[in-house]
């Protein structure tokens, strides 16, 4: 299931129609509409977090993490933006971090990105592993 679709699933099961939604997101209705069918697919960091608050749910659930164990595996890299950017979201220390803007890099660049991170996290965890 894609992020839109969830969203439109959590908004309905919430009870809130299309226009609170875009009220409290402050964009328009056409906006939400096109994140839920997902014609808009690659959502602002910032709209996605404030749809959570929105429709009362984590960011893990909204990309439809719910039900993951503690120790999850990581991948072995990322093939589309969508996986990458699931990824990136998770990581809350990445956004505090910063020094780049997600929502300025095109598809590939996103999977470039946290396909580098992933490498990274997998020298780190080699190093340390018991």
């Given at each position: 299931m894609e992020i839109g679709e969830r969203i439109k699933?959590?908004?309905r099961a919430r009870g809130l129609s299309v226009e609170e939604?875009?009220?409290?997101?402050?964009?328009?209705?056409?906006?939400?509409y096109r994140y839920e069918?997902?014609?808009?697919?690659?959502?602002?960091?910032?709209?996605?977090?404030?749809?959570?608050?929105?429709l009362g749910v984590?960011?893990?659930?909204?990309?439809?993490?719910?039900a993951q164990a503690d120790a999850e595996e990581l991948p072995a890299s990322f093939v589309n933006?969508?996986?990458?950017m699931a990824f990136m979201l998770k990581m809350p220390v990445l956004a505090a971090y910063g020094g780049y803007d997600i929502e300025s890099m095109d598809d590939?660049?996103?999977v470039e990105?946290?396909?580098?991170i992933l490498?990274?996290?997998?020298?780190?965890?080699?190093?340390y592993k018991k």
């Open positions: 699933e959590i908004r939604v875009a009220e409290k997101l402050e964009v328009s209705v056409s906006t939400l069918n997902s014609s808009i697919s690659k959502i602002p960091i910032g709209v996605i977090d404030k749809l959570c608050s929105i984590t960011t893990g659930e909204l990309m439809g993490n719910e933006a969508e996986q990458a590939a660049t996103l990105f946290a396909n580098e490498s990274q996290l997998k020298l780190v965890s080699y190093k």
